[in-house]
């Protein structure tokens, strides 16, 4: 089956460092990747779908320059957390659709654990 | 906005115990996901419903696509302890946004042995 694979699993960092985490779809090619927050004991809030070889289009109140993404390839995604601070500490999840079949339910990373201290 | 309400929020269930939950709309879907997420990782997908009145089964769990499209139940029969988790539904109501999908709030499934 379709796998996504997202690293780091979890990050614990500084406040001000820029943090980096990368989705990829190994067994499958992906025009589009989601990227999802989700605070705990909370539903997945959709940050941004990610479209390959063009901008990212950001939902209502998310910050394009805080949340950067790129999606160079049909195989992965990354998400940039630029100067984070503490409250940007939260799960954040990815998701794929198979090129060409987006009618098909989107497949999810296992997810990435950011800590700002 | 678009919003589903999932229901219940919570469950405390014996080993055994068949559970039902559900989730509704105000807008039509042309797609019904359910997912299971586990602690500290990413959902994982139960069932995919695409056409209205469809019931699938997997396994213990049989989900129904709503007639109305603006509905859809997850049941679990016989549940076991690892049936332990939070189950999402999520709806899609147009594949030319690039399949953008609607979460439920979860429904938290504890089962006591």
């Known amino acids: 089956g379709a796998v996504v694979s997202q690293h780091p699993s979890r990050v614990i960092c500084k406040s001000g460092t820029s943090v980096k985490i990368e989705c990829r779809s190994l067994?499958?090619?992906?025009?589009?990747m989601f990227w999802y927050r989700q605070f705990p004991k909370q539903s997945l809030m959709l940050m941004a779908t990610s479209n390959e070889g063009s901008k990212a289009t950001y939902e209502q109140g998310v910050e394009k320059d805080k949340f950067l993404i790129n999606h160079a390839s049909l195989t992965l995604s990354t998400l940039t957390v630029t100067s984070a601070h503490p409250e940007d500490s939260s799960f954040y999840i990815c998701?794929?659709?198979?090129?060409?079949?987006?009618?098909?339910?989107?497949?999810f990373g296992d997810g990435t654990r950011l800590s700002i201290l | 906005g678009q919003q589903l309400n999932q229901s219940p929020q919570s469950m405390f269930i014996q080993e055994g115990e068949d559970v039902s939950m559900n989730c509704t709309s105000s807008s039509i879907f042309n797609t019904w996901l359910w997912y299971k997420q586990d602690p500290g990782e990413g959902p994982v997908l139960l069932i995919a419903?695409?056409?209205?009145?469809e019931l699938t089964s997997n396994g213990r769990l049989t989900a129904q696509f709503g007639i109305t499209r603006k509905d859809s139940f997850l049941n679990i029969s016989a549940s076991i302890p690892s049936d332990v988790g939070i189950y999402f539904c999520?709806?899609?109501?147009?594949?030319?946004?690039?399949?953008?999908?609607?979460f439920g709030q979860g429904t938290e499934l504890s089962v006591k042995p």
């Open positions: 999520a709806g899609r109501t147009n594949y030319n946004q690039g399949g953008k999908l609607i």
């Open positions: 998701s794929a659709t198979e090129a060409g079949r987006g009618s098909q339910p989107q497949h």
């Open positions: 419903l695409y056409k209205a009145g």
């Open positions: 067994d499958f090619q992906a025009t589009t």
